[in-house]
């Protein structure tokens, strides 16, 4: 006999009333213990608290969904179960299936309304709610010091004893400042086939008595950027060998782009970003980041190897800068330029004669060379078409570094065992203006500029995902590296899809589990029905939490015959809805057969 709409009305009517009273007690504790967290760590004031909890509340609201319903089910239908009203729907040949229909319409409800909110109000509130915490950078910077003495950027690292927010009353516009007493920023460097990131070696070192951190962000959508202006301090770098060193009354440090702490993360994107970048893993910033290095390798060995072949076909190769000046190297036959290491090195050949003819032999680099040699290469600067300088060397050493942001090239050339030449002679520059005594007693006089990117290297950032996971770009950076991220994009993508439909799905499941306990327990009392249903909600939702984990926990190795991440933390996220599901058609099935 199928139950009337009257009682199917007052039913759903009362399951209703408990679900949205249970829903909204519950959204309101979790949103007051989402603030526990930037309360103690960041730092809130009055109009950041109003704004959390007004985008906490409708993510607290979706994740309340669950337990409100098998809460609400429990409460309805154990006190019909209490009062004998079962008993009477039974006289009157009602079956228990058909007077719990009523709670199956509002399971589908809220599981339909769940997934809605999971797949796209809840990503943009949640991102909202992290923009507020992170919206004052710097005094998040300032807190991380003042625990931990450190914070990471990227490829820097900033130490500080003290940091703290200076008393400004007027800044400009998207500026902030920090004070750090007694800081060191060093600069690390991965070094190449390390797979492991963590592995780093300092490089390079800035330390002074006090600073101010100054964070620009010119706007919203670009990463912030950091300049620190260092009073009473040097800069120095790790190997002192042959190296310069500094020591200012005031120097600046940057600026350098830091990685906005809002990092890229699967619960901020709605489906449709969800689905945009599993189909476009490219775009993913994870991805982005470490192509980065793929696509820095690339350009700088590709300019250098261009200007070789150059070099070496023509003897002479023009550098136009982007501020109109020029330098012209040119050459005679018995040099030729080659890579060693990162450095183009333009100089006298290795030394091939016979084992007696030594005196025929060039001079080991290191040793001071003869006049003659001093005269091997040639370097012009013109300005405005005329020639505003001239060098001679024995040799130029020259290093690359791509700007991808502005299609530009800087270009760093130090000439060894160099003079200069002028209309009123040659004069030996050793110790001179702009260069030091090293390398083997021979003069260096390093020249810096900037020249404009070739399109043939600005090409090179425009090969597609696959060419960098190729046995070709092997060379290029830490492969590993890039499939590991690769690997953990694609698991967070998968696992959080699967998670949204789960935790909807759940709502159905529990309402089934809640009917059935409910008609077993005989109690509308609403402790009773918390109990009861707390362990089901608890299971399914821990499952889920722990299956995500499972999903992210990517390990460099892979044993052999291991089941692999993703398939298990899958499973482990559908588990817990499984496991309700055959509890709730048992417990169903055996009330049927009462």
């Given at each position: ?5 009257t009682?199917s009305?007052y ?11 249970a829903?909204g007690a519950?959204a309101?504790?979790m949103?007051?213990?989402g603030l526990?967290?930037?309360l ?8 950041q608290?109003?704004?959390l ?6 993510a607290?609201?979706a ?14 239908y ?6 004998n009203e079962l008993t009477a729907?039974r ?17 589908l409800?809220?599981?339909l309304?769940?997934?809605l909110?999971l797949s796209?109000v809840v ?6 709610a ?13 807190g991380?010091?003042?625990r ?5 950027l990227?490829?820097y690292?900033?130490f ?10 007027s800044?400009?516009?998207?500026e902030q ?7 060191t920023?060093?600069?690390f ?7 492991d990131?963590s592995?780093r070696v300092?490089e ?16 919203d959508?670009?990463n912030?950027q950091?300049?620190?202006a260092?009073?009473d301090g040097m800069?120095f770098?790790?190997n ?10 005031a120097?600046q ?6 990685q906005?702490p809002?990092?890229?993360n699967?619960?901020f994107?709605?489906?449709?970003q969800?689905r945009?970048?599993y189909?476009?893993r ?7 980041d470490?192509?980065?290095t793929f696509?820095q390798?690339?350009q700088?060995f590709g300019y ?5 072949n150059?070099l070496?076909?023509?003897h002479?190769y023009?550098?136009q800068?982007a501020g109109?000046?020029?330098y012209?190297?040119?050459?005679g036959?018995d040099v ?5 290491g ?5 100089g006298a050949?290795?030394a091939?004669a016979?084992?007696g003819?030594?005196?025929t032999k060039?001079?080991p680099r ?5 006049p ?14 005329r ?5 001679r060397?024995?040799?130029a050493r ?6 991808r942001?502005?299609?530009?090239v800087d270009?760093?050339m130090?000439l ?7 209309a009123?002679?040659v004069?030996d520059?050793a110790?001179?203006?702009?260069a030091?005594?090293?390398e083997g007693?021979r003069?260096v006089?390093p ?9 043939k290297?600005?090409d ?11 046995p070709?770009?092997a060379a290029?950076?830490?492969?590993p590296?890039?499939?590991h991220?690769l ?5 967070d993508i998968?696992s959080?899809?699967?998670s949204r439909?789960a935790f ?6 529990l309402?089934?589990?809640g009917?059935?306990?409910g008609?077993?327990?005989r109690s509308g009392?609403?402790?009773t ?7 089901p909600?608890?299971m399914?939702?821990?499952l889920?939490i722990?299956g ?5 926990n990517?390990p460099?190795t892979?044993p ?7 398939k298990?933390?899958v499973?482990?996220?559908w588990?817990g ?8 058609t ?8 009462i």
């Amino acid at each position: 006999m199928r139950i009337s709409f009257t009682l199917s009305r007052y039913i759903f009517a009362d399951l209703l009333r408990i679900f949205l009273m249970a829903s909204g007690a519950l959204a309101g504790i979790m949103s007051f213990g989402g603030l526990l967290r930037p309360l103690t760590q960041q730092g809130l004031d009055a109009s950041q608290v109003g704004k959390l909890l007004t985008y906490f509340t409708p993510a607290m609201t979706a994740y309340s969904f669950p337990i409100a319903a098998l809460f609400a089910t429990t409460v309805v239908y154990g006190r019909l179960s209490a009062d004998n009203e079962l008993t009477a729907c039974r006289a009157a040949g009602l079956s228990l299936l058909s007077v719990a229909m009523p709670a199956f319409v509002l399971g589908l409800l809220v599981a339909l309304v769940s997934f809605l909110f999971l797949s796209f109000v809840v990503p943009a509130f949640t991102l909202k709610a992290e923009e507020v915490v992170y919206s004052n950078i710097a005094k998040l910077i300032a807190g991380r010091i003042e625990r931990s003495h450190q914070i990471p950027l990227t490829t820097y690292t900033v130490f500080a004893q003290e940091a703290y927010l200076p008393p400004v009353e007027s800044l400009r516009s998207r500026e902030q400042q920090v004070v750090l007493v007694g800081p060191t920023i060093v600069r690390f460097k991965q070094p190449m086939g390390k797979e492991d990131p963590s592995y780093r070696v300092a490089e390079e070192f800035w330390t002074a008595s006090s600073a101010t951190a100054y964070i620009t962000q010119t706007d919203d959508t670009a990463n912030p950027q950091l300049t620190v202006a260092l009073r009473d301090g040097m800069t120095f770098p790790r190997n002192l060998a042959g190296a310069m060193t500094g020591a200012v009354g005031a120097t600046q440090f940057g600026p350098v782009p830091i990685q906005s702490p809002i990092k890229e993360n699967s619960k901020f994107m709605d489906l449709r970003q969800l689905r945009h970048l599993y189909e476009h893993r490219e775009d993913s910033r994870k991805i982005q980041d470490n192509l980065s290095t793929f696509i820095q390798h690339d350009q700088q060995f590709g300019y250098l190897k261009a200007v070789e072949n150059e070099l070496n076909g023509t003897h002479r190769y023009l550098f136009q800068t982007a501020g109109g000046e020029e330098y012209l190297l040119s050459f005679g036959e018995d040099v030729v330029a080659a890579m060693q290491g990162e450095d183009l090195v333009v100089g006298a050949p290795p030394a091939t004669a016979p084992a007696g003819a030594a005196s025929t032999k060039s001079a080991p680099r290191g040793s001071a060379p003869a006049p003659d040699a001093e005269k091997r290469l040639r370097v012009q600067r013109r300005v405005n078409g005329r020639v505003d300088g001239e060098w001679r060397a024995a040799e130029a050493r020259l290093q690359a570094h791509p700007r991808r942001a502005t299609e530009q090239v800087d270009v760093s050339m130090k000439l060894l065992g160099v003079i200069m030449t002028s209309a009123a002679g040659v004069t030996d520059v050793a110790g001179g203006a702009g260069a030091v005594q090293n390398e083997g007693g021979r003069a260096v006089l390093p020249i810096g500029f900037r020249v404009t990117m070739p399109q043939k290297i600005l090409d090179l950032a425009r090969r597609p995902l696959e060419y960098y996971l190729s046995p070709a770009a092997a060379a290029s950076g830490n492969q590993p590296r890039l499939k590991h991220e690769l690997t953990k994009v694609t698991n967070d993508i998968v696992s959080e899809s699967h998670s949204r439909a789960a935790f909807a799905l759940s709502c159905l499941i529990l309402v089934m589990v809640g009917c059935a306990l409910g008609m077993m327990f005989r109690s509308g009392n609403f402790l009773t029905a918390f109990a009861v249903s707390f362990v089901p909600a608890l299971m399914g939702i821990t499952l889920i939490i722990a299956g995500q984990q499972t999903c992210g926990n990517v390990p460099w190795t892979l044993p052999p015959n291991a089941i692999e991440p993703l398939k298990m933390g899958v499973f482990v996220i559908w588990s817990g809805n499984i496991v309700n599901f055959v509890i709730a058609t048992a417990l169903l099935w055996r009330l049927s057969r009462i």
